[in-house]
């Protein structure tokens, strides 16, 4: 038996290369695993990396966009002043054909009212003498809640809108007229509804 190992040297030889050729490819293929586990692992970092980067942008965009959008709103916020101002101006171009130019200020303004209350009246046209001072009252509480951001005036400022669309839709001539069939219509509810109190 002795001699049969060593009569087959070359079989031996065969034997201990392609034991030393798989011990070589176990080993490329171990280092070829490693450095695909290492490009994988680095593509992950990078995923993360990429990931995390677009959740902060995410969140600072949402807060930047917030912050920005409530900076325009402070800026050029139109609240129901607003709309009330617009209403009492297109009321007073129908009316008294004066519309409000961009630069003058709510003073010059009412004095441009006045003087065309005064105007129309030598002319013979019905026109209450009480829109330029409800219009006074109603510019001041407007100033004080468009300019000075004051949300507690925001009521006075609609009684003072109230006060001018009154006085802007009366005639001085049906000013009593309106009195007296508002007299007459509240006495006529007064007879139509039963006293209700027990």
Not at 65 to 69: L, Q
Not at 167 to 180: C, R, S, V, Y
């Given at each position: 038996m002795r001699l049969l190992r060593d009569s087959c040297p070359l079989k031996n030889a065969r034997i201990a290369t392609h034991s030393t050729r798989s011990k070589k490819q176990l080993g490329a293929d171990k280092e070829e695993d490693a450095d695909k586990l290492k490009h994988l692992l680095d593509y992950l970092v990078y995923a993360l990396a990429a990931l995390v980067t677009l959740a902060v942008a995410a969140f600072v965009g949402r807060a930047l966009?917030?912050?920005?959008?409530r900076y325009i709103a402070n800026r050029?916020?139109?609240?129901?002043?607003?709309?009330?101002?617009?209403?009492?101006?297109?009321?007073?171009k129908k009316r008294?054909?004066?519309?409000?130019?961009?630069?003058?200020?709510?003073?010059?303004?009412?004095?441009?009212?006045?003087?065309?209350?005064?105007?129309?009246?030598?002319?013979?046209?019905?026109v209450s003498d009480g829109i330029p001072v409800a219009l006074d009252a109603f510019m001041k509480s407007y100033n004080l809640v468009y300019f000075g951001r004051r949300e507690d005036e925001l009521e006075n400022l609609k009684y003072h809108a109230d006060q001018l669309n009154k006085?802007?839709?009366?005639?001085?001539?049906?000013?009593?007229?309106?009195?007296?069939?508002g007299a007459a219509s509240s006495q006529a509810e007064g007879a139509v509804r039963p006293n209700r109190r027990r």
């Open positions: 966009y917030k912050a920005i959008k050029t916020g139109r609240g129901p002043e607003w709309g009330l101002y617009r209403k009492a101006c297109k009321r007073l008294l054909k004066v519309k409000r130019e961009p630069h003058e200020t709510s003073e010059q303004f009412v004095n441009r009212v006045r003087s065309t209350v005064a105007e129309q009246q030598a002319q013979g046209k019905n006085q802007i839709g009366t005639d001085t001539k049906t000013e009593a007229m309106a009195a007296a069939s």
